[in-house]
């Protein structure tokens, strides 16, 4: 009876409205129609909400996302969006063909492993020179790897012609790099998968300048 | 071993010139996490997640805290760039994590890191513990990791596996 409750309530998001990481899960819960409820975690007000007692019983690595659903809570982006994927119907997050289901994978922890990491706010308040050129060096050495890989994979999309969790992935990673004005120009598979990408509804919804926690002045 | 990964030939099986690639059923895959779960797809055997959703959620998100989370902030190649004090940014960040790990794995485990089945938690968690000691963080302060730890490291597959007897293992390194 209390897991049914729990199947019956919204799941909640609680992620920050420039955070890649949970501007993924706002994409997967887009693609699959899901409805949620957003709590905003501020990332640098009050010198960091994901640092409250609060949010560290809901993740102790103190980051965001964090999802609330089914009755439990996962933290770890692409935990969250396989697990939606795999409880839920609407289209399918990762291809059924193992090969192109591990290439999804491997184009999702690249950015997710390879590159986010590197560039996210933790650590670039720990670099002590040149934060921008630290993080427009990972996004780069980053993209100059995914560049020959979508060559291969990429169809329509980024593994074949079907949206997949590596498109989730690869979006909110673009956002990153011209933030830091990295030149996508230099890219040219990636700059044209992000264009098709941002055509799409859930990708629009989903964007940074219009969650319920973007300020007045980043609204468009 | 660096020298090797930045070498064209290498490039042309991972770009981003890293290890592990694997070359199998014709394709070449990169990334630790897609090639573990690409092996566990397509052969049979024990499960490597399982079968559960929610376990399987758990599963991921333990191996992400560690190979997002941990390692990328300490390897060989962030290691290098960092200019000052390279060992106390590889402990803070061995640290960070395994504070985070400890109170969910709590939660998770049973006789391994979810339940009491091995899974790519357990695969993920040892070779950071081994990373973590190479950096002298004194596992003490997290009591469910160092005894996963210990009891994985009773198991085959983890003794054969080990850094200690590989092909490539220096003389003065093996045991």
């Not at chain 1, 289209?91 to 059924?96: H, K, N, Q, S, V």
Request: aromatic share 6%; glycine share 4%.
């Amino acid at each position: 009876m209390r897991t049914s409750l729990a199947c019956l309530m919204k799941p909640v998001l609680h992620g920050y409205f420039r955070s890649s990481c949970s501007w993924r899960v706002r994409i997967a819960f887009a693609l699959k129609n899901i409805e949620y409820d957003q709590i905003p975690v501020n990332l640098v007000k009050d010198g960091g909400q994901q640092l409250t007692d609060q949010f560290k019983a809901l993740n102790p690595m103190k980051q965001v996302p964090a999802v609330t659903i089914d009755g439990i809570t996962l933290s770890q982006s692409l935990a969250i969006i396989q697990y939606i994927d795999e409880t839920r119907p609407g289209p399918r997050l990762l291809p059924a063909d193992p090969k192109r289901r591990a290439q999804v994978r491997m184009i999702s922890d690249l950015i997710a492993s390879g590159i986010q990491p590197l560039q996210n706010l933790y650590v670039i308040q720990k670099i002590e020179a040149e934060k921008v050129q630290w993080a427009q060096h990972f996004i780069n050495r980053g993209f100059e790897a995914l560049e020959p890989i979508l060559k291969q994979t990429a169809g329509k999309y980024c593994v074949g012609d079907e949206i997949s969790m590596a498109d989730i992935c690869l979006v909110p990673q673009v956002y990153n790099a011209q933030r830091f004005k990295v030149d996508i120009n230099q890219f040219p598979t990636i700059k044209q998968l992000n264009q098709a990408l941002m055509e799409l509804e859930a990708f629009k919804v989903s964007h940074p300048s219009c969650q319920p926690d973007t300020p007045d002045d980043l609204r468009t | 071993m660096k020298t090797v990964t930045l070498t064209d030939q290498f490039k042309a099986l991972n770009p981003m010139k890293q290890v592990p690639a694997v070359t199998i059923d014709g394709i070449t895959l990169s990334q630790s996490l897609a090639i573990i779960q690409y092996i566990d797809e397509t052969r049979p055997g024990p499960r490597l997640l399982p079968a559960d959703p929610k376990r399987r959620a758990q599963v991921r998100m333990i191996s992400d805290l560690i190979a997002s989370g941990i390692q990328p902030l300490q390897n060989l190649y962030v290691i290098q760039k960092i200019e000052a004090e390279k060992v106390q940014w590889a402990q803070h960040f061995i640290n960070r994590g395994f504070e985070a790990l400890e109170p969910i794995l709590k939660q998770t485990a049973g006789k391994y890191c979810v339940g009491d089945e091995i899974s790519m938690a357990d695969i993920c968690l040892v070779p950071q513990v081994y990373n973590a000691q190479r950096f002298k963080v004194d596992i003490n302060q997290f009591p469910t990791i160092k005894q996963l730890n210990q009891a994985l490291m009773e198991l085959e597959a983890f003794k054969v596996s080990h850094p200690s007897c590989q092909p490539d293992t220096p003389d003065d390194l093996r045991t």
